[in-house]
């Protein structure tokens, strides 16, 4: 059975770093595109980083842009979404998610994936 664990979210000060992990059990994610996405309050999911299948490609939304890197670690079965010179705006609830397809190119869509339980990012001083 399918399933994808995010950890790595807490609290940090503006202007902070933090490494989002998504380790993935019951499925390969090499096999797949994987998507980051976020949710804040009373603001509706986005996403925000896509990388394809074996990593060749990437994609970011212009909020993120030169700010996140995402990765994958094949042997750890883990993408990562490391997260850099963070803004109070970039608090949100995070997801990451395994797309059916293995490509990015619309990965913002939202359609056809399976998602994990989220962790939630706070950025305030």
């Known amino acids: 059975q399918l399933q994808l664990v995010e950890s790595g979210g807490g609290l940090v000060q503006p202007g902070g770093s933090l490494r989002l992990s998504c380790t993935a059990s019951?499925?390969?994610?090499?096999?797949?595109?994987i998507g980051w996405f976020r949710q804040a309050p009373g603001k509706e999911r986005e996403g925000i980083s896509c990388i394809s299948r074996g990593g060749g490609s990437t994609d970011y939304a212009d909020s993120v842009k030169g700010r996140f890197t995402i990765s994958k670690d094949s042997a750890k079965n883990t993408v990562y979404l490391l997260m850099n010179s963070l803004k109070p705006e970039d608090t949100a609830i995070y997801y990451c998610?395994?797309?059916?397809?293995?490509?990015?190119?619309?990965?913002?869509?939202?359609?056809?994936?399976?998602w994990g339980q989220g962790t939630q990012v706070t950025v305030s001083s």
């Open positions: 019951g499925v390969t994610l090499d096999y797949y595109a």
């Open positions: 998610a395994r797309r059916s397809v293995w490509y990015c190119s619309g990965y913002s869509s939202q359609k056809n994936y399976d």
